[in-house]
């Protein structure tokens, strides 16, 4: 969820930049609108990442934090933060939600019906099928796909990734942190297709595979409910997943899924030879495993 700004909170960064934005040269100007139309993802973002959104340098951006009087992209972050106030964590979501659900099992019923209706509604919207079309042309000519995902989105990234290989393309889940990433990312190749579940707080996982994905050339297909976000300007094809997290209510992982399975559906009856002849093996190798064990 978007952190949310607490009110009477005073905008030190606006006022700052509606003071100072235009007397800076054009580059400078490009990068604090950016920061002022893009905080959320400024506030996850290194000045490497930020430069990348911008079209400019790391050094671009230092420089037009300090142009609007701030020592350095950590007291700009330090003011954003105080703007905007602590996001929601997922104990807090969680509260919300059971907070604003009634007493008995029909509420939460309810709410999630509710919230997977409306995705289905969505994920079946005519941009978004245009979008899943140009997604499954795109993976069926990966050489391999890499599926991205972090929490619970990394679940189904492993889940997806073996459905994948089910029907004869080659996948992998990225959905660890730190070096443990890393050694995920080094598997990526030219050819490659990269799905990614990502929402509006650009963290340094995404970042990180996403800048990969584009040093290797690969396309970036983006799974999200922020539309807006610093993932979405840099997506090939981005496909509009709601997750039912409207005012701080936890999020319905279901809508991914359902959208993921479209996507391994519609690649698996576009390349129907090749799912057939992937499954047929999988099961001859099957039968052998089960022959071999009677025979130990």
């Not at 969680?94 to 659900?101: E, K």
């Not at 959905?175 to 190749?189: F, K, M, P, V, Y």
């Not at 359902?258 to 690649?267: G, K």
């Amino acid at each position: 969820m978007a952190a949310t700004k607490i009110k009477n909170r005073i905008d030190f960064f606006g006022e700052r930049y509606r003071a100072r934005a235009s007397s800076l040269s054009p580059r400078l100007q490009t990068v604090v609108r950016y920061i002022h139309e893009n905080r959320e993802a400024a506030l996850e973002s290194t000045a490497m990442e930020m430069a990348a959104a911008t079209g400019t340098s790391d050094a671009t951006v230092v420089r037009a934090v300090q142009a609007l009087g701030f020592t350095g992209l950590r007291d700009l972050k330090k003011t954003l933060a105080a703007w905007f106030g602590p996001a929601l964590n997922s104990e807090e979501k969680m509260i919300a939600t059971v907070s604003d659900l009634a007493c008995d099992i029909h509420s939460g019923i309810d709410f999630v019906i509710s919230g997977h209706r409306h995705a289905c509604d969505t994920l079946s919207a005519p941009h978004n099928r245009q979008a899943i079309s140009e997604a499954v042309a795109l993976l069926v000519e990966a050489r391999q796909i890499a599926l991205f995902g972090i929490n619970a989105s990394g679940i189904l990234a492993d889940y997806s990734s073996r459905l994948f290989s089910r029907i004869g393309i080659p996948a992998v889940a990225l959905n660890r942190s730190g070096i443990a990433l890393a050694e995920q990312l080094i598997t990526l190749q030219r050819g490659d297709v990269l799905i990614m579940m990502a929402q509006k707080s650009a963290h340094r996982e995404g970042t990180t595979a996403l800048r990969e994905a584009k040093r290797l050339g690969m396309p970036v297909i983006l799974l999200t409910n922020a539309t807006d976000s610093f993932f979405a300007r840099q997506a090939d094809v981005t496909i509009n997943v709601p997750r039912g997290e409207e005012n701080g209510r936890m999020p319905l992982h279901g809508a991914v899924l359902l959208c993921l399975e479209m996507l391994i559906l519609s690649v698996a009856s576009a390349t129907s030879t090749r799912t057939m002849k992937t499954m047929k093996r999988i099961q001859d190798l099957n039968r052998g495993l089960k022959t071999s064990s009677k025979k130990i």
